[in-house]
């Protein structure tokens, strides 16, 4: 059971009833309440299928970590935080946060004109002890989730093989990839939406 | 039982930006047709997009396909009052562009150009890149929407004044933003689930 949840962009991003801001997210609705709703899907689903809680947080919280939003990253970590026996996840993807941090997007262009544009950058993996604590499944979501934020144009066949191969299912592949996407959209809209409400008071001062 | 990727064998893949109307095809397995239930209908949100395999891949979680499928129209297609159609367009190619994702800069690029009569300059953009040179009103939404697509993102307030600067009000500059991050959403799926196929 879930009691009606707070707008997420609006607690983020620091935006307050009435404000220049929450007229400005009235002008699109819709918009305003089906990211919340696709949240809600993501996180509160009504049945998890196949992948749990504690794994979309964990990777939620990986993704906005490498994004450099430590409120985000708070805010889904949170649930962890609340249970003592989970403190040693949030070291732990911590630790992974800290190995993974990154500038993107980078990475290769199909062979052709465009390989001029190609850009090096990590290939990262869940170092040795952090996989032993996390087990294959979710190890292999956190490089997944790391290709996805900084270097999609790397995406192939072969990725998705080793999400499959460490346990995860055709479906559970679809439910991380929208999971690792919308995180990468909410992270911007809060971002963007901060600076411009900043930009917004400082302009009615 | 572990679940198999699809490694498709396409011929001349499109390996340029382009505004033609290219294909796209799966690495996973979509839902078939005929297994489509009342609740996957839903999630589709318009029945039509049964046809497509991408949506059909999507719709494996159909409560997220739906509400992203309803975010997606109103950044985009909400246009009463706010940033016109082409421009919210450019920044999803901005984005698009910027990313690396072919098949959604074709998809987007057409749209912009369509809708601002600027195949041109759109064009410039797909070809040259985000640097491109197209104007200091389209230089301006093309700027703020890499800023918000870099990772980690680092859009800030000089992105707001030089919008502010080409004459885009609040509500505008919130449109470059949803239509710069919805993009960032989308790419990651189109980019990580398939790949892009020549135009027939």
Redesign the interface.
Known sequence: MTIASPDIIDLLAGITAGS??DR??A?????RE??Q??F???FQ??DF?DVSAAERHAVASFVAG????PDIFEFYISPFEERGTDRWLIEVIKAEIGAGR????Y?H??????RG?NEAGPLYQVSPASREALGPKLSAALEHAH????H??D???????VL??AGW???G???L??L???V??????I???A??S???K?AAA | M???????TVDN?P???TQAEIGWTP???PLAEEDLTERHIKGLVEAARAKSPYFR??V??P??????T??D???FY?TR??LPRAERELAATAASR?????FCASVHSRFASHHSKRGGDVQKLLDE?VEADLGERWNAIVAASVA??????I???E???RL?AAGLD??E???V??G???F??????M???GEPTPAN
Do not use: M
């Open positions: 220049a801001l400005i997210r002008q699109r609705p819709e918009a089906q990211a709703k696709s809600l899907a993501l689903p009504t299928g490498l994004h450099r939003q990154a500038k993107g997007p990475g262009y199909p062979d052709g004109p465009l544009e290709l996805l934020v900084f999609l144009r995406a192939s066949p072969q990725a998705l093989q499959l191969d299912t055709t479906t592949v679809v439910t990839s929208q690792v996407s919308f990468a959209f909410q992270i911007r809209v971002a963007g939406l600076v411009l900043t930009a917004a400082r | 572990t679940e198999h990727a699809i490694t498709p893949p390996v340029t930006f690495w996973l397995q891949l999507l494996r979680d409560e997220v396909l739906e509400a992203r309803k975010t129209k109103d950044i909400n009052l706010g910027y990313n690396g994702c072919i890149g918000l697509t870099a990772t980690p993102p859009f800030g307030e992105h707001v004044s502010s609040e509500l500059i919130a449109d933003i949803h710069a991050a919805f960032n959403w989308a790419n990651r799926l980019l990580s689930l």
